[in-house]
């Protein structure tokens, strides 16, 4: 069985279907890449999975597992191990990072009936990671993400998703806004995590961070539909030759 | 399916205020309604002395002269009270006590169950508790250690016995009889509260604190706390409040007056947690409260803190009077209004004397069909040379049936001074409550992280001991409020 199951996905927002049929497979210690113009769907695809209101699956289903994701709260996805590295992290001012990070960690503990984290053993954790992200002491200190620098929120991003440890990480667009070093860094983190129960899913525009970051397999999503699928070499033909010859097959 | 989530919803209710039990105890109570009988039935329950008496049927002789002068200015809707479908006074029927180990078992569990242990055996270490049950003062802990140092920490009506002269001296010297509809009526019905006095030069190592509780239907609490803070001396003082959950309006219309000399610092923390009434709007207490202090000396400073949960009605104003030279006023307020609630608070801060300085920090949260106003005032007198004053008002909403207001005043008779004033109003967004769920946390926890986010500068400047469980209120006031 399959990490994650992604069949005959339908999504619209409005009156307008966005996600036209998806169909993809992720087994455990797979990356699979998703690639594709603006506006073909990607960011749509990850939000769904995670369980962001305001769009309508109108067919098809995502199971982890084998169980029924959309029969989940958002929350509830998360503990069960889907994690969301967002593209535009979220200020939430006054609060501490490492308070932020404490309570979702507890929030998962709980639900599988374990013991809060003990504030010693917290610290002593956040900060081997911290330190293995490049990232400075003080930053856990600071409220989350606000006045953060761009690569700043990508490393807390992915802090959070060495701390939570998801059964399926998708990083939506994870390269925006990165220079080359700290793509290094954020693409380095992600690779430590790299397990055989453990999928990603990459989605992003470039196949720059693919450099780093390098898939299993390869998707490209036009219009909604995934238009071709391969391994890592599509990427590199992607980058050489653009999306066109898909966009004119899927129209 | 209908069934069990009607079971939860109940559930959620009681759990939701956790103090709403009723303390079942026999009591001594003042007939129904107000005269002039109930004020000297009350006076005779304290065995006042005669300058007591007349001094509350002053304020009762003023108070019927106001009939037409009870405050309608605030932002606030409630229909008329009747002052006299109220009882003045109740009092668990209990002899005299000798010491807290004779206090009725009913009234100690109480106050076990609200999370303040009186008994010897389980103080809480560093802080000393005054509890006050309905119209009398129950307990006061710790009161020989306090003594030694010289710090007068009791209930006023004893104070009134034992220490004459300084109640003499300053109740009233803050909140005139005069001042207000509803002060005046305290003054001349007030039956306990606390009075502290800290010596010359003393920096009082524990934290006072009153725990005032209503039990009794039908009962109105008028406490009046006084606290004197003499030259060079440090207090800080916390008050908490809980109501049994009733279906009927309780008026609650408390006066407290701090009088800070040279020097002197007093540090005045709230955590009002009285019953909000529930989902539909329905009981919950009616809060009238003045509050103000006096920073008479040179250099003295006081500090208001107060966290608002509780209550139907707020109405409450701590303020400082800026005398001394040199002397310093701050308002720190969370006030967090749900469903039916409605609250009306602010600050006054009046500068007086020369290099006065003030700050307000007011963080409002309103959720369901609340409606949450701050009104707050900064005068600066023509004398007040190198006044400051630094204000900083923000407003959350949660959903889209709530309101918050802003009303600011302010006056400068001094072309020195300096005012500012910032203020913003934000809403919870829906990308912040997706991305702390996304991380695994419920809703609720994801509100009550987000609003304690908002609060943090006020409630950081709690007391330790207090902080954490302020933190929880703010997230059990706000559940439900999402969704």
């Given at each position: 069985m399959a990490l994650l199951e992604i069949k005959n996905l339908h999504v619209s927002v409005g009156d307008r279907e966005i996600l036209k049929g998806i169909n993809l497979s992720l087994n455990g210690g797979e990356v699979h890449a998703v690639m594709g113009p603006n506006g073909t769907g990607k960011s749509t695809l990850s939000n769904v999975i995670a369980g962001r209101?305001?769009?309508?699956?109108?067919q098809g289903e995502v199971l982890l597992d084998g169980k029924?994701?959309?029969?989940?709260a958002a929350d509830e996805r998360a503990r069960a191990g889907i994690f969301l590295a967002f593209q535009y992290p979220v200020e939430i001012p006054g609060v501490s990072t490492s308070s932020f990070l404490k309570t979702a960690i507890n929030a998962k503990r709980r639900a599988a009936g374990q013991k809060e984290i003990d504030a010693m053993e917290f610290l002593k954790l956040v900060k081997a990671k911290t330190k293995a992200l490049g990232m400075a002491d003080d930053m856990i200190k600071?409220?989350?993400?606000?006045?953060?620098?761009g690569g700043e929120k990508k490393r807390a991003e992915v802090l959070q998703m060495t701390l939570l440890e998801p059964r399926v990480a998708i990083l939506d667009e994870?390269?925006?806004?990165?220079d080359i070093d700290a793509l290094k860094v954020v693409s380095d983190g992600v690779n430590a995590l790299r397990r055989e129960d453990r999928a990603f899913l990459v989605i992003t525009h470039?196949?720059?961070l693919l450099d780093y970051i390098v898939p299993d397999h390869v998707h490209v999503l036009v219009n909604g539909r995934i238009a071709a699928s391969g391994g890592k070499e599509l990427a590199l033909e992607l980058e050489a030759e653009g999306y066109a010859k898909y966009q004119g097959a899927a129209a | 399916m209908a069934v069990t989530r009607e079971t939860a919803a109940t559930v959620r209710d009681i759990e939701q205020y956790k103090y709403g039990f009723v303390t079942d105890i026999e009591s001594d109570m003042a007939p129904k309604g107000l005269n002039e009988d109930t004020i000297r039935f009350i006076s005779a329950k304290k065995n006042e002395p005669d300058w007591m008496l007349e001094s509350r049927l002053k304020a009762y002789r003023h108070w019927l002269t106001l009939a037409d002068e009870e405050?309608?200015?605030?932002?606030l809707h409630y229909?008329?009270?009747?002052?006299?479908?109220?009882?003045y006074y109740a009092a668990?029927?209990?002899?005299?006590?000798?010491?807290?180990?004779?206090?009725d078992p009913k009234l100690l569990e109480t106050y076990k169950k609200l999370g303040?242990?009186?008994l010897e055996q389980q103080m809480l270490a560093g802080v000393a508790v005054d509890a006050v049950f309905d119209s009398v003062s129950v307990a006061t802990t710790y009161k020989k250690k306090l003594q030694e140092m010289g710090v007068i920490f009791s209930p006023i009506s004893e104070a009134v016995h034992k220490h004459p002269d300084l109640v003499k001296k300053y109740?009233?010297?803050?909140?005139?009889?005069?001042?207000n509809f509803f002060a005046t009526l305290n003054a001349a019905v007030f039956t306990d509260g606390s009075f502290v006095y800290i010596p010359k030069g003393?920096?009082?190592?524990m934290e006072l604190s009153t725990y005032f509780r209503i039990n009794e239907k039908n009962t109105g609490q008028f406490e009046r706390t006084l606290i004197i803070a003499d030259e060079g001396s440090y207090v800080s003082y916390l008050e908490g409040c809980t109501a049994p959950q009733r279906d009927e309006n309780q008026l609650h219309a408390a006066v407290v007056e701090l009088i800070a000399l040279d020097d002197a610092e007093i540090k005045y923390s709230t955590v009002q947690n009285w019953f909000?009434?529930?989902?539909?709007?329905k009981g919950g207490i009616y809060n009238f409260v003045t509050k103000r202090a006096a920073?008479?000396?040179?250099n003295s400073k006081v500090m208001w803190t107060q966290v608002e949960t509780g209550s139907a009605i707020t109405w409450k104003y701590p303020s400082c009077?800026?005398?001394?030279?040199n002397s310093s006023g701050e308002f720190y307020s969370v006030a967090i209004t749900n469903n039916h609630q409605q609250a009306d608070t602010g600050t006054k801060m009046i500068h007086l004397g020369k290099n006065t300085r003030s700050k307000i920090i007011s963080k409002g949260i309103s959720a369901g069909h609340a409606d949450n106003t701050y009104r707050g005032l900064v005068r600066i007198g023509a004398?007040?040379?190198?006044a400051r004053n630094y204000t900083q008002c923000d407003s959350l909403l949660i959903g889209s049936t709530c309101g918050a207001h802003t009303v600011p005043y302010i006056e400068t008779r001094n072309p020195t001074a300096r005012t500012e004033h910032e203020a913003t109003t934000s809403k919870i967004s829906e990308d912040q409550l997706f991305y702390c769920m996304q991380r695994g946390m419920t809703q609720e926890e994801a509100v009550s992280l987000i609003v304690n986010g908002f609060c943090k500068e006020v409630l950081q400047t709690l007391p330790m001991e207090f902080a954490v469980e302020a933190q929880k209120l703010v997230g059990i006031s706000l559940e439900g409020s999402v969704g």
């Open positions: 209101a305001g769009y309508d699956v109108t029924d994701v959309f029969a989940m600071r409220p989350l993400n606000v006045g953060f620098s994870t390269d925006s806004g990165l470039y196949q720059r | 405050p309608t200015w605030a932002k229909p008329k009270i009747n002052y006299q479908d109220s009882y668990p029927k209990q002899a005299k006590l000798a010491s807290l180990d004779e206090v303040i242990p009186l109740l009233g010297s803050v909140v005139p009889y005069t001042d003393l920096r009082c190592p909000p009434g529930d989902a539909d709007g920073c008479r000396g040179r009077i800026l005398q001394g030279d004398k007040a040379d190198g």
